[in-house]
């Protein structure tokens, strides 16, 4: 089977979890490039494959080490908006306002506090809480022990709560 069959089949098993994922991990500007770009990635480095974990929890190694590059990418841009002599002026949301009305109140409280999250509570919770992937492919995606994932899984749900006044069933 060639690459681009291999990788097509992926794209339709795992796109709308990929997209799920970097959904709640960046927001929605850009997640639908960022999809297209983790299979892209996949393609170009399918040799790597070596069938050590399952294609989907490769496949997600991607996806996060694409939104911790697009995070950064975003929060170095941020600082050049403090430079005054641009006359740069940047939303002060990713948000459109079209999503964010689309959203019941309930769900972009939730949303919107996943997001103010640490990255690391951002990934376990959207993996574990969110997607309901087991301990261990949370662990193989995240490069993580399974305790680990236990533990800040925990902690972020703690977190959450916390953020959200104690409003959040379990």
Do not use: C
Not at 67 to 84: C, H, L
């Amino acid at each position: 089977m060639d690459k681009e069959k291999i990788i097509t089949d992926w794209f339709y098993q795992f796109s709308d979890e990929i997209y799920n994922f970097l959904l709640y991990r960046i927001g929605k500007t850009d997640v639908e490039d960022l999809v297209q770009e983790v299979f892209i990635r996949a393609m170009n480095g399918i040799e790597n494959f070596h069938e050590n974990s399952s294609p989907k929890t490769w496949l997600y190694s991607i996806a996060k080490n694409l939104a911790t590059d697009e995070i950064r990418r975003r929060n170095r841009k941020k600082w050049k908006t403090f430079i005054p002599f641009k006359a740069n002026h940047e939303p002060s949301s990713d948000e459109s306002p079209d999503r964010l009305l689309q959203l019941n109140e309930e769900k972009k409280m939730l949303y919107e506090a996943i997001l103010s999250l640490r990255p690391s509570y951002k990934d376990v919770l959207i993996l574990r809480g969110i997607q309901s992937h087991t301990v261990k492919e949370t662990a193989e995606i995240l490069g993580w022990s399974e305790n680990k994932v236990r533990s800040t899984y925990y902690r972020s749900k703690k977190a959450l709560k916390n953020r959200l006044g104690g409003n959040i069933h379990e």
